[in-house]
């Protein structure tokens, strides 16, 4: 499932190319939450 929800956001974002700031801060954001332990 991570796979899918990974190429469903890349896909979104490909067709927004102007917003690459907003994916790296949804990335990093996502990251925190998995070290956390929110999502696994």
Do not use: C, H, P, S
């Amino acid at each position: 499932m991570k796979k899918d929800t990974k190429r469903k956001v890349r896909k979104a974002i490909a067709r927004r190319g102007k917003l690459v700031e907003r994916y790296r801060v949804e990335t990093a954001w996502r990251n925190i939450f998995v070290q956390a332990g929110i999502l696994k």
